[in-house]
């Protein structure tokens, strides 16, 4: 398993390179809009060929769920493992020139993210995880990553869905410091220790989680439901869970 994390890590980081030239040339950048009325670029689609022709080479045997495509579930809901994939998570943010924006790659095993990869290619941040240990590479330097706690606790939130609901949230925290950020470097933050809580209401798909779920817990973090259930990857018709916090235990 660590030589297919080390593929998928520099298959990450490649992507990421890949989506780095369309940044710095805007006027290559077509952009769509989906049903739900979210954009999705040619970037998007490029790089998602990209990764399903490299998951593919690694295993030909496992399938690959991206958020770019449709499935029938049915041909796949028997699988015990299978790719999860955003190849380009905050597509927002990448049109607005911020830098939040990410590649994700997980792989689910048993309905469980048991190894995640996301990529930062504007700030050139790589964190991965396997099972239980979670790492960084920044600037060639790789380190194991651990979550921690603070007495004032950073809670990261996102630009696009910050609502009445995460502000009554923010009103039960006695003390606290915010940040609001794009994509999965959400729970990145938290894997690392720069954070402690990241409250989201509503509705995720669940390429927008995996790989940064996996990461999470793998530093010692936790993601719950706000029911208190953990978040489901079991492939189904939706590809959907509700809203969760991802926080330090």
């Avoid at 390179?17 to 077509?30: A, S």
């Avoid at 958020?67 to 015990?80: A, F, M, R």
């Avoid at 949230?169 to 410091?177: G, I, R």
């Avoid at 989680?209 to 999470?216: P, V, Y």
Wanted: overall charge positive; some cysteine.
């Amino acid at each position: 398993m660590i030589k297919i994390l080390k593929k998928v890590c520099n298959l990450a980081k490649d992507s990421g390179h890949f989506i780095m030239d369309f940044y710095l040339h805007k006027e290559r950048i077509k952009v769509y809009y989906k049903p739900d009325n979210t954009p999705v670029t040619n970037v998007d689609y490029k790089v998602n060929n990209i990764i399903k022709n490299s998951l593919f080479s690694i295993n030909p045997h496992i399938p690959i769920i991206s958020e770019e495509e449709s499935y029938n579930t049915k041909l796949h809901y028997k699988c015990s493992r299978y790719w999860l994939v955003d190849p380009l998570d905050g597509t927002k943010e990448f049109l607005n020139n911020n830098g939040d924006f990410t590649v994700n790659i997980s792989l689910i095993e048993n309905g469980i993210p048991i190894l995640g990869v996301i990529y930062a290619p504007f700030f050139k941040v790589l964190y991965y995880s396997l099972y239980n240990t979670a790492w960084k590479e920044e600037d060639n330097i790789n380190r194991e990553i651990q979550v921690s706690n603070s007495i004032i606790p950073l809670v990261v939130v996102s630009r696009s869905h910050f609502d009445e609901k995460i502000n009554s949230f923010l009103k039960n925290l006695k003390d606290y410091t915010i940040n609001k950020m794009g994509s999965s470097l959400k729970f990145c933050y938290i894997a690392e220790g720069k954070a402690q809580i990241y409250p989201r209401f509503g509705n995720t798909n669940t390429w927008d989680t995996a790989a940064g779920e996996a990461i999470l817990i793998a530093a010692g973090g936790i993601v719950k439901t706000w029911k208190g259930d953990n978040l489901n990857y079991q492939l189904s018709s939706s590809f959907l869970n509700s809203g969760f916090c991802a926080s330090v235990l």
